[in-house]
């Protein structure tokens, strides 16, 4: 079974367009993260949820808008998409009340803007 | 605050040869911290943790990192390279708590020469 599991795999669109980014996990974990790869492979947090309330926004722009509809799914949705935004976007949960908070990652959905 | 520094951008070694991945951190709080290895087009594997329990780490595939406090690292190595060691690494930092969230070096390829 796929802990944490992110779909679409691969999405290529148009600048301009909208496009959401869905990720579950069955772990049973209550905190859920975003994380964006640059194409220099730089890893960075974008936001974070624990039981369904935002945590963490690392001074995203507002274009970008997370949505927690229960705590096994966090969704990513952007708007008005940029050249800038081509990176791929990892998924992650854990459960901060564990020994280490240990964070397991989907693995990633690759978005190319054109 | 917390940040994850990892020298260099690349490190080539020889089948069989030491492997030997730096990591220096800083946390205003103990640490936790993490490497986790990122082979081609793949997500994020989590190789192994130090979470104050011991000071050297074993970890998955032969590698293994020890916690030094007095010189703020949690350098990576492993006694022989295979060829499938080949990947991305990246070292990163969290703590306990709802805010907390991992903070990555910029990471290091590891090429194996045959």
């Known amino acids: 079974d796929t802990a944490v599991s992110q779909t679409p795999k691969y999405l290529v669109t148009q600048m301009g367009n909208d496009k959401s980014i869905k990720c579950e996990q069955n772990l049973g974990h209550d905190t859920m993260y975003w994380y964006k790869q640059d194409s220099k492979k730089f890893l960075k947090i974008m936001f974070s949820?624990?039981?369904?309330?935002?945590?963490i926004n690392e001074t995203v722009p507002n274009r970008f808008s997370p949505k927690s509809p229960d705590k096994a799914h966090l969704n990513l949705h952007i708007n008005s998409l940029e050249l800038g935004d081509s990176a791929v976007y990892f998924c992650?949960?854990?459960?901060?009340?564990?020994?280490?908070?240990?964070?397991?990652f989907g693995p990633g959905t690759r978005l190319t803007v054109l | 605050a917390q940040s994850v520094t990892q020298l260099g951008s690349h490190v080539s070694v020889s089948e069989g040869a030491l492997v030997l991945l730096r990591c220096n951190y800083s946390?205003?709080?103990?640490?936790?911290l993490f490497w986790y290895v990122q082979y081609p087009n793949q997500g994020l594997q989590l190789l192994l943790k130090y979470t104050s329990a011991a000071t050297l780490v074993k970890g998955i595939n032969g590698f293994e990192a020890e916690f030094k406090k007095s010189e703020t690292s949690f350098h990576l190595t492993k006694p022989s390279a295979h060829m499938s060691d080949a990947a991305e690494y990246f070292c990163a930092v969290s703590r306990a708590g709802a805010n907390s969230k991992l903070t990555f070096g910029k990471g290091i390829t590891l090429s194996v020469r045959p």
């Open positions: 946390s205003s709080v103990p640490p936790y």
């Open positions: 949820y624990n039981n369904k309330e935002l945590i």
């Open positions: 992650a949960s854990s459960q901060v009340d564990s020994d280490y908070n240990e964070q397991f």
